[in-house]
């Protein structure tokens, strides 16, 4: 039973145009998500996180926007950069954080010259 | 954040053998988690390690597979053991808190 779901396993965009991974959950408990990237024989990294009481977080290129009553997030990355290129996974939590990282498989995101 | 490192970075092993997987991180944590990312996969949480006390197992792993030790605050090992092909993974250790975790590298085991 699979509570997160990426159900893209690759997306290729051209440079400077806007990036947009999608992530569904199942688990109406889950009230915190994140977003990781990672590269090649690098562990994952930490790019931006909701909460949510929240529909929308911006960092810089990054904003995440959260859909709770369709049980679904995104990750809009504007403009999307060669060195975005990376996989990109989605996870989520409970009790505001606080418990385990429940994540997806993971999209491996192209952006193209 | 933390500077996590990782021991081996990868290796290959027979069926049947044992590896154990070193974790040192730069500062004091208290809680120690580690992941298995199987090919195509999802990251998923073996155990959380506390320095003090027996790791907390998820369903599906237990103790006598994948056997975890926490002597300080700034280490931990994972041993798989009596290691089968299914257990062909990345194996990674992270610290913080479920709301924001830093991972390490990872170990790649191949198991022939």
């Known amino acids: 039973d699979q509570q997160v779901k990426q159900n893209s396993p690759s997306l290729s965009v051209q440079e400077g145009r806007i990036s947009i991974l999608n992530c569904d959950y199942t688990n109406s408990m889950f009230d915190y998500f994140l977003w990781y990237k990672k590269y090649p024989a690098e562990g994952p990294t930490f790019l931006i996180s909701?909460?949510?009481?929240?529909d929308k977080n911006e960092d810089g290129r990054f904003t995440v926007f959260l859909n709770k009553s369709a049980k679904h997030l995104s990750l809009h990355i504007v403009p999307s950069q060669p060195g975005d290129s990376a996989v990109y996974f989605c996870a989520a939590s409970t009790q505001g954080g606080s418990e385990k990282l429940v994540f997806g498989k993971g999209t491996k995101l192209t952006v193209n010259p | 954040s933390a500077v996590i490192s990782q021991k081996p970075s990868r290796d290959i092993c027979q069926r049947g053998t044992s590896l154990t997987i070193q974790c040192q991180v730069d500062s004091q944590v208290t809680m120690m988690f580690w992941y298995r990312q199987q090919p195509g996969q999802s990251l998923t949480l073996i155990a959380t390690a506390n320095q003090g006390s027996e790791a907390t197992y998820e369903s599906g792993f237990v103790i006598d597979k994948f056997p975890i030790s926490r002597p300080n605050l700034t280490f931990s090992t994972l041993t798989v053991s009596n290691m089968s092909p299914e257990d062909s993974s990345i194996y990674l250790c992270s610290v913080g808190s479920a709301g924001e975790q830093y991972f390490g590298p990872g170990t790649r085991l191949t198991v022939t």
């Open positions: 909701i909460s949510s009481i929240k």
